[in-house]
């Protein structure tokens, strides 16, 4: 095998467990590490909610890529990112991480992440939502649907952010350093509201 081989690290954050793992350009894997986020944490609306902690997300996170031979890390020219769909978490721009010196983020002013089971919005609360020009039926833990509860029911902790998005969402905007989160099409249409034929938001709703 060619030393010099360029690499794409691989980064999936799942419901209960995180994945980081090294593979060469024609999707060979070289090694791969797993860990569990123990992330869950008890919900202010009981057992209808599904609520995470972010920070204990990104902290397994870092530490799998951290476990990774640090050669094969040098040689890294992309990173790929997949995890967990629906859910929504909310942060402050310059204020929801910082670097540390030991190179890792520390995760501050963030929202806790609401899962994609979460069952505070029912099925009254849900109905009297608009109808999402989409090919999806909103349901609860879809992440527009909980942006509405939150708003409705928790506007306090809503004037505390300015940023929503994935969990994936919000790694690679802490990763990039970007300014506004970026989303796919898959993540955005998981979310609810979202028309995969034109690509846009339904702003209108």
Not at 47 to 67: D, L
Not at 154 to 167: K, S, Y
């Amino acid at each position: 095998m060619n030393g010099r081989r360029e690499l794409v690290l691989g980064i999936d954050l799942g419901t209960t467990t995180v994945k980081a793992c090294l593979v060469t350009g024609s999707k060979e894997p070289l090694v791969s590490l797993a860990r569990q986020t123990q992330a869950t944490q008890p919900s202010d609306v009981g057992s209808s909610g599904s609520e995470q902690a972010a920070h204990k997300i990104c902290t397994a996170v870092q530490f799998c890529v951290s476990q990774l031979p640090k050669e094969q890390l040098a040689r890294v020219t992309r990173v790929a990112v997949s995890g967990q769909m629906h859910g929504v978490v909310l942060w402050k721009q310059d204020g929801g991480w910082r670097r540390n010196p030991f190179g890792r983020f520390d995760v501050d002013a963030v929202s806790a992440l609401y899962t994609w089971q979460d069952g505070r919005c029912s099925e009254q609360f849900l109905a009297e939502l608009p109808k999402p020009d989409s090919h999806l039926r909103l349901s609860s833990g879809h992440g527009c649907a909980t942006l509405v509860w939150l708003v409705r029911h928790r506007p306090e902790l809503m004037q505390r952010f300015d940023r929503a998005g994935t969990i994936q969402d919000m790694l690679v905007a802490m990763l990039c350093q970007l300014e506004k989160p970026v989303t796919s099409t898959q993540l955005a249409a998981s979310w609810g509201y979202f028309d995969t034929v034109s690509g846009t938001w339904n702003s209108d709703q």
